[in-house]
């Protein structure tokens, strides 16, 4: 199966497709994801990426598509994957669409997740991230028992350079000026169901495991 995880930053995408990896058994793939690891290992492209995503602007189709479709070229995704952060823009969404019609195959479900902006900015601004594992936490919704260290792995937990004030705006900004018709472009494909991302990571997930159990027996 292969499903997107759309919606704004701070909505839960990433926590909710780690549930829904362990469901399905196919890899998520997060765009976000593979950008802070590529600056982290220092390479030149993202060096390049950490120039847009530290201003909370989006990284160029062209990049983003080629490091995507090479991670979605890997044998892992070959029977589906869960795409997070992936597509952005509606030039993104037909890149998509052409790199999975070579090999005749299509997106099968868009999971749209939706949430308050105040809820959102309130979720960014207290977030921190394990530097090794990637798992969320919260300072006051989920706070890491390991104090500055990640319970799962033991990794030092950080606060992304991009979760800071200005940047939450920007990020949000162009979330509804250039990712707002991405939900449009798959709403008119039939493909899109939105969820509420409101309340806990469980119950936003029963409400994803109904829609999933829904496709799955159609
Ligand atoms: P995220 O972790 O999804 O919030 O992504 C962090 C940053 O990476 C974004 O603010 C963008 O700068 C960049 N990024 C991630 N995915 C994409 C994408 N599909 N298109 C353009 N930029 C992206």
């Excluded at 299509?106 to 601004?125: G, K």
């Amino acid at each position: 199966m292969r499903i997107i995880l759309l919606g704004p930053p701070g909505v839960g995408k990433g926590t909710q497709a780690r549930y829904v990896q362990q469901k399905l058994c196919v890899p998520h793939v997060d765009s976000g994801e593979i950008f802070r690891e590529m600056a982290a290992k220092g390479t030149a492209l993202g060096i390049k990426a950490k120039s847009y995503t530290d201003r909370g602007e989006l990284v160029p189709d062209s990049i983003v598509t080629e490091i995507v479709f090479e991670r979605l070229r890997t044998k892992d995704c070959a029977a589906g994957f869960i795409l997070v952060g992936f597509p952005r823009t509606v030039p993104q969404c037909k890149a998509l669409d052409g790199f999975l019609g070579e090999s005749g195959v299509a997106v099968n479900l868009v999971i749209q997740l939706t949430a308050p902006e105040e809820v959102i900015v309130e979720r960014l601004s207290g977030r921190c991230v394990c530097r090794q594992c990637s798992k969320n936490f919260h300072v006051v919704f989920h706070p890491p028992v390991g104090g500055t260290y990640c319970d799962r792995c033991g990794g030092t937990l950080f606060q992304r350079d991009d979760d800071m004030p200005e940047t939450i705006k920007q990020r949000l900004a162009i979330f509804k000026q250039q990712t707002m018709p991405v939900v449009q472009y798959y709403s008119d494909r039939k493909l899109l169901v939105p969820i509420s991302a409101c309340g806990s990571p469980d119950e936003v997930f029963a409400r994803i495991l109904e829609v999933l159990n829904r496709v799955c027996s159609d």
